[in-house]
């Protein structure tokens, strides 16, 4: 039976990874790209900040000796994944991934899919209040807001804003009723999301549905395969703590 002793690498910035990151134990690594807000209170050691592209992982894995990494970004972090596939193969550890399953059209649903930024305009050409919820990206085009736009952006980061888009920078999880106040004091004709997964920000998706609005939903990156997927955080942990009991079996008793 393969049982994993060693250090466990877990890539995160999303909620789930922090979930992960609060079971790691003191020899284990989380880390974060440095984007957003660093947790405290963790038992395991906390990085920040990219490592270099798959080489520099890879070396990183090497010297810190790591037996395990677990790609639990989110999953429009392609870059990330594919660098922690690679740096796993050149490095000779395994790799798991956490991939939230993504969001299904309902009944009543008219979602739009976009590959990317252009066709995203393209698909917002005939409306005039947007919401967009896909992160940072919308604010790099501030100076081209089309003359018959407002746009509304909801991002982690805080932002003035101008007198054509008001950016509320906000971390979710969202309520339903508090998605229905937005949406009602907005006058949103149009949603733009990622197809992220999960519970904390698909109420949104239930109140386009519920007044008829399009959403125009970009695409899944492909991600790369590695030795295990989870599709919840709960499945991982449980493998998780499988591979750590004999460790602890050990210890409580020795020679055994
Ligand atoms: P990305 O495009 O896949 O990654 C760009 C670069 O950022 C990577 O090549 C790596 O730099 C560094 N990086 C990314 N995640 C890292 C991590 N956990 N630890 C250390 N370095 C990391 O990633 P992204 O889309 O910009 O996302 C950045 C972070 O935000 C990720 O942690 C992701 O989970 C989180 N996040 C992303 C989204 C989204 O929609 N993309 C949404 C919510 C949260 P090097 O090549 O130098 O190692």
Known sequence: MSRMVGRILVLGGTGDALTIARRLQASD????????KVPDGLACRVRVGGFGGSEGLARFLETERIALVVDATHPYAAQMSANAASASKLAGVNCWA???????????????????????????????RP??????????HLADIPAHQYWTIRCLDAHPGT?????????????????????????FDVVVSKNSGGAATEAKLDVARERGLPVVMLRRPSLPAVARIFETTDALLAELDALREPIDDRMIRPGS
Do not use: H, K
């Open 29 to 36: 690594v989380y880390s974060l790209a440095g984007l957003g």
């Open 163 to 187: 007198d054509r888009a008001r950016v509320i920078g906000a971390r979710g999880p969202f309520t339903l009723d508090g998605e229905r106040a937005l949406f009602e004091q907005n006058r």
């Open 131 to 140: 919401f967009f919820t896909l992160g940072r990206e919308p604010l790099s």
């Open 98 to 128: 956490l991939r939230r399953p993504p969001w299904e059209p309902r009944g009543g649903d008219d979602w739009r899919w976009v590959a990317n930024w252009d066709a995203i305009r393209a698909e917002l050409a005939p409306f005039a």
